[in-house]
């Protein structure tokens, strides 16, 4: 399985700021996600980001609003812009074992927007 | 209609006991289950995975799976204290997984 890095672990932001979430995996990988989990909620997907492609969103969710970079196989970043309330949640990082079906998380990324 | 619908619970079992949780799907397209345990403040760890119709088991865990009902369960065996966590049911069409909102597991020593 791959090893998932993800940073910042955790931060607290002012109302109105964007925070980036940077993710390394250790090997090559196409496919990545990306989710969020509300406090207390399950997983729901943002989007998925392969290289080399534009990320596909969810249903509720935007490009203005999380823009997503994946520059090559094993790196990714969310950006969680004009931040609210609203947004204060666990954003995860996985990648996806196309043989297995497996998908692997990284440590997660909590965020605190007051 | 949720994709993937799970008992939020909380689910409480005796130290020992076996603890049953259950998930069904909507999507009859889709191709791969999996069981993640979460443990507070951690990310999702993988603990089973089964994809054709029957049992599975691991240890003291055991996957269930019926396509026709669209119903998935895992089985816990021996429940420890550690056992102790959030249960998600994922269900993947080979495009993308989609996750149930989690069963919360309690065993009591």
């Known amino acids: 399985s791959a090893v998932i890095s993800q940073k910042p672990s955790r931060d607290i932001c002012q109302r109105g700021t964007s925070l980036t979430i940077q993710c390394q995996v250790d090997?090559?990988?196409?496919?990545m996600f990306w989710y969020r989990q509300q406090p207390g909620q399950s997983l729901t997907l943002i989007a998925t980001?392969?290289?080399?492609?534009?990320?596909?969103?969810e249903s509720g969710f935007v490009i203005d609003k999380f823009p997503i970079s994946r520059p090559n196989l094993t790196f990714s970043t969310l950006t969680v812009s004009n931040m609210s309330p609203e947004d204060s949640s666990i954003y995860l990082c996985?990648?996806?074992?196309?043989?297995?079906?497996?998908?692997?998380f990284g440590e997660g990324s909590r965020l605190t927007v007051l | 209609q949720k994709e993937v619908e799970q008992n939020s619970g909380p689910l409480s079992v005796p130290e020992g006991a076996i603890a049953s949780l259950n998930c069904t799907y909507s999507?009859?397209?889709?191709?791969?289950f999996f069981w993640y345990r979460q443990y507070s403040g951690k990310s999702p760890e993988l603990i089973m995975s089964i994809y054709s119709n029957g049992d599975k088991e691991d240890g003291r865990f055991t996957a269930q799976l019926n396509k026709a009902s669209q119903y998935v369960s895992l089985l816990i065996r021996d429940s420890q204290p550690s056992d102790s966590a959030t249960y998600l049911c994922a269900v993947s069409n080979n495009n993308d997984m989609r996750f149930g909102a989690g069963t919360r597991l309690t065993v009591k020593p």
């Open positions: 999507d009859r397209g889709s191709q791969s």
């Open positions: 996985s990648t996806w074992d196309r043989y297995s079906g497996e998908l692997f």
């Open positions: 980001a392969n290289q080399g492609s534009e990320a596909t969103y």
């Open positions: 090997s090559q990988v196409t496919m």
